[in-house]
């Protein structure tokens, strides 16, 4: 039964897909073997991280991203948001889905939300669970949505080959960006509501942040985006970095290095 399930889950099939991440969520020890037999069917996807604060607008980002990669690249995409700030019957699920909804009905796409309660395992390693699954599915391309408060929450960098934080003007959480220790780990910074007045001051400051850190020649240095993900305004410019990022980590050789450490 359970090598049925995952013949059907390497096939893409979304039901069997949907209860092997239900028994994750769940716990269920059953869920282990059955995942043990996927892992050597993963690493085709591109996994990309997408963390900021609550109502940054990461999930509008996100609609604004599953267009542009099935549109314009004709990859297939999976989304795992994570909120464990927000019970699950909360506003922010709802939200979540609505707004991604839209292409809910496109086989190409595949999105799931993980619910916030007494995680024994960790939330961190569901999350990776379910990234393994969307991966071996066959999706193209795994976004993970989570909220970067960098108090004990998901462990993005860790589970990510692009790191994306999102933040927006005057609000401080500039500030509270770089206590979390993203500026370390992000690979590209959004500000988003670019609409609203000093946004062009947090991406100098941003900027001038970014360049205090020494680099050595061909080191990737993250660069820092204006976006309106209501309008969609520079949602492609950050569709076009990401898989520049995803370029530079191939030829580098960073990428084999990131997940050889990641298997570990
Ligand atoms: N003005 C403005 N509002 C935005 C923009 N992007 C998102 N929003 C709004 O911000 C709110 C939170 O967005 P959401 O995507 O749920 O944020 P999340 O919590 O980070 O996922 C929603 O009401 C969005 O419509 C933007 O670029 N400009
Ligand atoms: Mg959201």
């Known amino acids: 039964m359970a ?3 995952v013949n059907r889950i390497l096939k893409g099939d979304v039901l069997a897909a949907a209860r092997l991440i239900r028994d994750i969520e769940n716990e269920d020890p059953d869920a282990a073997g059955i995942l043990a037999d996927i892992y050597p069917h993963t690493g085709h996807a591109f996994i990309v991280g997408i963390t900021g604060a609550p109502g940054s607008g990461k999930s509008t980002l996100l609609g604004g991203m ?3 990669f ?3 690249k004709d990859m297939t995409v999976g989304v795992v948001a994570v909120d464990p700030t927000s019970p699950l019957t909360g506003g922010a699920f709802l939200g979540d889905r609505m707004r991604m909804q839209g292409r809910e009905v496109d086989s190409g796409v595949f999105i799931r939300s993980l619910a916030s309660r007494g995680w024994k395992g960790g939330l961190s ?6 990234v393994s699954v969307m991966d071996a599915m066959g999706k193209d391309i795994v976004f993970i949505e ?3 408060s960098g108090q004990g929450d998901v462990d993005i960098a860790g589970i990510t080959d692009t790191c994306i934080a999102v933040l ?5 959480d500039d500030i509270q960006m770089m206590k979390a220790g993203i500026m370390e780990l992000a690979d590209i910074f959004v500000i988003n509501k670019a609409d609203r007045e000093d946004a062009g001051s947090l991406k100098t400051l941003l900027e001038s942040v970014v360049d205090m850190k020494e680099r050595s020649p061909g080191d990737w240095k993250p660069p820092v985006f204006l976006t309106e993900a209501t309008t969609g305004r520079g949602i ?3 569709g076009e970095e990401i898989l520049r990022h995803r370029d530079f980590l191939t030829s580098s050789g960073e990428l084999e290095k990131r997940r050889k450490g990641r298997a570990k």
Not at 125 to 130: E, G, H, I, L
């Open 146 to 148: 989570t909220v970067g």
């Open 70 to 72: 099935r549109k314009n």
């Open 125 to 130: 390693k569901a999350a990776a669970d379910t």
């Open 168 to 172: 927006i003007p005057g609000m401080g």
């Open 3 to 5: 090598s049925e399930l």
């Open 236 to 238: 492609e410019q950050l």
């Open 66 to 68: 599953i267009n542009f």
